[in-house]
C-alpha cells in the first residue's frame, strides 16, 4: 500500500499493486500499471501505455502516441492531443463503501475507446464513464 514504482529507461515496465500506489513509465514505450484502489498510472514516453484497474483509480497518456486505461469503477483518465482514452462503466451490486473490493459486487456495463481531439475531448482533462456516456471527471 502507498508504494511508488518508476521505469525511466526505453521499454521499461512499471507496476504499483497496493492501494494508493503510483506508477510511471517514461521511457519510450514503456508500460504502467497501477491495480489497487485509488492508485495512479502515468505513461509519458512516446507509445507507452499506462493503466489503473482499481477503484477510483487514474490514468495518464503524455505521449500522442500513447493510451491511458481507466478500467476500474469511478475511474478517470486524461491524455494529450492524439493519446487514446479507454474507459469502462461499472454497476455496483451492493453498498459500493463497503464492498468495492469484492469482484462479484460489479457488473461491466459498457467500454468505450476515446481519441483526444482536443474539442470534443480536450487535452489534459480527466474523463471518466457514466451511464454508458464519456464524461468530464473531477479533478
Known amino acids: ?53 482499481g477503484y477510483k483509480g487514474a490514468s495518464s497518456a503524455e505521449s500522442p502516441n500513447a493510451v491511458a486505461v481507466a478500467w476500474g469503477y469511478k475511474g478517470k483518465a486524461k491524455g494529450v492531443k492524439g493519446s487514446f482514452l479507454v474507459l469502462a462503466d461499472w ?20 467500454a468505450v475507446m476515446v481519441r483526444v481531439d482536443g474539442e470534443t475531448i480536450k487535452e489534459d482533462m480527466w474523463y471518466t464513464m457514466v451511464d454508458g456516456e464519456v464524461v468530464e471527471a473531477e479533478e
Open 1 to 53: 500500500n502507498c508504494g511508488a514504482s518508476s521505469a525511466t529507461g526505453n521499454c521499461g515496465a512499471s507496476s504499483a499493486t497496493g492501494n494508493y500506489g503510483a506508477s510511471s513509465a517514461t521511457g519510450n514505450y514503456g508500460a504502467s500499471s497501477a491495480t489497487g484502489d485509488y492508485g495512479a498510472s502515468s505513461a509519458t514516453g512516446n507509445c507507452g501505455a499506462s493503466s489503473a484497474t
Open 91 to 110: 454497476k455496483c451490486n451492493g453498498n459500493e463503501l463497503s464492498s468495492h473490493w469484492k469482484e462479484d459486487m460489479w457488473e461491466l456495463k459498457d
